[in-house]
């Protein structure tokens, strides 16, 4: 490595190394970002299956006591076909 080389790089190399370690904080800050939208969809994901199923449990209470009462019965009723046409309206239709 002669002089010229040596100089060269003095010089350059301070840059490089800023440019580098700009590039890892980005990297590593991008994928934080990306890690906390994913925990935060997830979350969203979590409340709705419970949300979901606290409704098909209330739905099934209100089948096992459909039977004895008639206002519950024309709930129930009334339930199902929600269920219904939001199955259809979203394609997953289940008889």
């Not at 080389?5 to 003095?10: A, E, R, S, T, W």
């Not at 350059?12 to 590039?23: D, E, K, T, Y």
């Not at 096992?64 to 239709?93: L, M, N, P, Y």
Request: aromatic share 8%; net charge positive.
């Amino acid at each position: 490595m002669n002089e010229k080389n040596f100089q060269m790089v003095v010089k350059v190399g301070p840059i490089v190394l800023g440019l580098c370690l700009l590039l890892n904080i980005w990297g590593v800050m991008r994928y934080r970002e990306i890690y906390r939208d994913a925990v935060k969809a997830e979350v969203q994901l979590q409340q709705a299956e419970a949300g979901q199923q606290a409704a098909q449990g209330v739905l099934q209470e209100f089948a096992a006591r459909s039977t004895s009462d008639a206002h519950i019965a024309e709930i129930f009723k009334q339930a199902q076909a929600e269920v219904q046409a939001q199955r259809t309206r979203s394609g997953t239709f289940t008889p």
